[in-house]
């Protein structure tokens, strides 16, 4: 009866952990090694095909634009466009080289991981079958000889795999806490040797300053004159026996003998504390004379600071208002060379003299082209709206544009797009200003490339500037606003 009971019992308890073992099992057939390196790479390629259509419509996008290109530029963009796309096929190279070489890393982790996954199920399937065993050996104890016996070459079938298992997980686990122990006991040795140690300072410190003392209170008690009268009175009028009846006599013509070298040491005292009281006077003096001094010096520093930060300022003034300067020199004069001239039906007639036409010329640019640095100024007097200076020149004024050649360029020529007419209904050509607009974008677009960071630095404006990509953009953007600004002449004469 005991026994039929202590078997409903010990199925209750297996029960669950046989299931458990049952699942760890189906779970670790299920883990396919050969399956997770297909499913990596399958997701890789995926995501390579993906990029690949990406690239495909853009260079379809490209190739439409260089036809306008070619359309409006002849030859000229043709042969301007071989070595770019010579350095594309050899980025795309490089590119395919690398993915190469990425594919095989997510391939390995994939792997890995699928490994990893293996070992933790093993662990789970050797953690629930030394549940059991343990269950089922205290089973096979409590029958004891009611029980079948079971034939030891069965048993030792069934169970010699699970038990060495359950000895590696003991081992394991023993190892484990043998290194946790070990790393306890590394780190308690590191603190009594930092014990140790500020011990030994601690004595190394004490010593020396004992020694330290001894020197000291050694030299404090170095020989004197007083030293030398007292050991002659010793030697003289005291005998070698020490007898108390001549201690009087001895200690009267001792008192004979110091009160000359005191009172002696007394008036060298008070000629040096007389002297010492004078100096003091005379510095005293000297420290009121240098303190007025130095009250007047940092006034005058104020001053300078003062003047400097004035002359800083005009000089920033007169820096800025330079443009102003040259755009008025400019102008007047070719205003009134152009006075000289007056065109009827785009036919020139002069009125008087003989009109300079590069003076004129040199109006016009001033008068009709880009001049950033001149309209940004205005724009901080407040003679011009920010909307008007965002409409001319689509970026707001920034310092960094004046240090680079190539940026000022590419603001002055789309105001001087502006000027002409540029996306109106009134403009030349809007073949000519779809391009144009194309590329002062892909420009920005570089340049918001190498400053990855939104710091704005030397260097960075100086890659920019030096960027052959952004040279070539810039030619032919100069290419097309000449074209432009020659048909607006024409248009203005006519």
């Known amino acids: 009866?005991?026994?039929?009971?202590?078997?409903?019992?010990?199925?209750?308890?297996?029960?669950?952990?046989e299931a458990q073992l049952l699942k760890s099992v189906n779970d670790l057939n299920k883990i396919d090694i050969n399956a997770s390196e297909t499913?990596?790479?399958?997701?890789?390629?995926?995501?390579?095909?993906?990029?690949?259509?990406?690239?495909?419509?853009?260079?379809?996008?490209?190739?439409?634009?260089?036809?306008?290109?070619?359309?409006?530029?002849?030859?000229?963009a043709e042969s301007e466009d071989d070595d770019a796309f010579e350095k594309e096929e050899l980025d795309e190279k490089v590119w395919g080289g690398k993915m190469v070489v990425r594919k095989a890393k997510v391939i390995d982790e994939a792997v890995k991981d699928a490994y990893i996954e293996k070992i933790h199920k093993v662990k789970s399937v050797i953690n629930v079958a030394v549940q059991l065993l343990s269950i089922w050996r205290?089973?096979?104890g409590r029958?004891?000889?009611?029980?079948?016996?079971?034939?030891?070459?069965?048993?030792?079938?069934?169970?010699?795999?699970?038990?060495?298992?359950?000895?590696?997980?003991?081992?394991?686990?023993?190892?484990?806490?043998?290194?946790?122990?070990?790393?306890?006991?590394?780190?308690?040795?590191?603190?009594?040797?930092?014990?140790?140690?500020?011990?030994?300072?601690?004595?190394?410190?004490?010593?020396?300053?004992?020694?330290?003392?001894t020197i000291e209170c050694k030299a404090v008690q170095g020989t004197?004159?007083?030293?030398?009268?007292?050991n002659n009175m010793k030697e003289v009028y005291i005998p070698k026996e020490r007898s108390l009846s001549l201690v009087p006599d001895a200690i009267s013509k001792l008192h004979n003998l110091i009160a000359p070298v005191v009172a002696g040491t007394v008036a060298q005292l008070q000629l040096q504390l007389a002297k010492k009281t004078g100096e003091n006077?005379?510095?005293?003096?000297?420290?009121?004379?240098?303190?007025?001094?130095?009250?007047?010096?940092e006034t005058a520093q104020k001053e300078v600071t003062d003047l400097k930060f004035l002359r800083a300022k005009l000089e920033k003034k007169l820096k800025d208002q330079a443009p102003l300067v040259d755009i008025a020199i400019a102008i007047r004069p070719g205003v009134i060379e152009a006075s000289k001239r007056i065109f009827l039906n785009n036919e020139m007639h002069i009125v008087r003299g003989n009109p300079q036409k590069a003076i004129v010329d040199l109006k016009n640019e001033a008068v009709h082209r880009g001049q950033y640095v001149v309209d940004a100024y205005l724009l901080s007097l407040g003679r011009i709206t920010e909307e008007d200076f965002l409409h001319v020149y689509n970026f707001p004024p920034h310092d960094w544009v004046v240090t680079s050649v190539k940026a000022m360029e590419l603001?002055?020529?789309?105001?001087?797009?502006?000027?002409?007419?540029?996306?109106?209904?009134?403009?030349?050509?809007?073949?000519?200003?779809?391009?144009?607009?194309?590329?002062?974008?892909?420009c920005l677009r570089l340049f918001v490339q190498y400053n990855n960071d939104n710091t704005i630095s030397p260097e960075v404006i100086a890659r920019w500037d030096k960027c052959a990509i952004i040279e070539t953009k810039l030619k032919k953007m100069r290419t097309l606003v000449a074209n432009t600004v020659q048909k607006e002449k024409e248009r203005s004469r006519s």
Request: glycine share 4%.
């Open 281 to 297: 006077e005379t510095l005293k003096e000297q420290c009121k004379e240098t303190a007025t001094t130095k009250a007047e010096l």
């Open 143 to 213: 029958s004891g000889q009611h029980d079948t016996p079971v034939k030891s070459g069965h048993r030792s079938q069934q169970t010699d795999d699970v038990e060495l298992a359950a000895q590696v997980l003991e081992s394991s686990q023993d190892f484990s806490k043998g290194c946790a122990s070990g790393e306890n006991c590394e780190k308690e040795c590191k603190v009594l040797r930092a014990r140790l140690s500020k011990q030994k300072s601690n004595i190394k410190a004490a010593f020396e300053d004992d020694i330290s003392e």
């Open 1 to 17: 009866m005991n026994s039929t009971k202590s078997r409903v019992g010990t199925v209750s308890d297996t029960g669950p952990l």
């Open 224 to 230: 004197s004159s007083l030293d030398v009268i007292v």
């Open 411 to 442: 603001f002055n020529m789309r105001a001087s797009m502006i000027f002409c007419y540029f996306e109106t209904e009134y403009t030349h050509s809007q073949k000519i200003d779809v391009l144009f607009d194309s590329l002062y974008h892909e």
């Open 39 to 76: 499913d990596a790479a399958a997701c890789f390629d995926a995501r390579l095909l993906k990029r690949k259509v990406f690239l495909e419509e853009e260079k379809r996008q490209l190739r439409a634009k260089k036809e306008i290109e070619s359309e409006i530029l002849g030859s000229d």
């Open 138 to 140: 205290s089973v096979l």
